[in-house]
């Protein structure tokens, strides 16, 4: 299965969910494609205390997991995507929804 994953937040919480459930969704064999979106572009800088972001999402991208980042978004928000993330437009986006056999949004 192909499974789309939206992210568009920047609570700490949800976006180490997001992360944890696309890497689940790996190790049960299926194909996921992340794609950050308005203020889910910066999911790589939100780590807390309790809350491990950057290493979820490290695993993600060792497991094979790609992650797109909207292109405008990070201009907006004045970021820099890391080297693990393909700078992306909306027709990307649109891809990933139409190949997809399922979308997720966090």
Same mark, same amino acid.
Request: charged letters at 25%; a neutral charge.
């Given at each position: 299965m192909k499974v789309g994953t939206v992210v568009y937040s920047n609570d700490p919480?949800? &976006?180490?969910? =997001? /992360?944890? $459930?696309a890497n689940f969704t790996l190790s049960m064999g299926d194909e996921v494609k992340v794609f950050l979106l308005? !203020?889910?572009?910066g999911s790589d800088s939100l780590d807390t205390d309790k809350i491990n972001i950057s290493e979820q999402l490290q695993t993600f991208?060792?497991?094979?997991? !790609?992650? $797109? =980042? +909207?292109? /405008? +978004?990070?201009? $907006?928000?004045?970021?820099? =995507?890391?080297?693990?993330?393909?700078?992306?437009?909306? !027709?990307?986006?649109?891809?990933?929804? !139409?190949?997809?056999?399922?979308? &997720?949004? /966090?």
């Open positions: 919480e949800t &976006v180490w969910n =997001a /992360f944890r $459930f308005g !203020k889910g572009v991208v060792n497991r094979g997991g !790609k992650v $797109f =980042a +909207c292109g /405008f +978004c990070l201009e $907006f928000h004045q970021l820099e =995507a890391p080297s693990t993330y393909t700078v992306s437009t909306m !027709k990307d986006l649109y891809e990933i929804v !139409k190949e997809s056999d399922k979308i &997720v949004t /966090f």
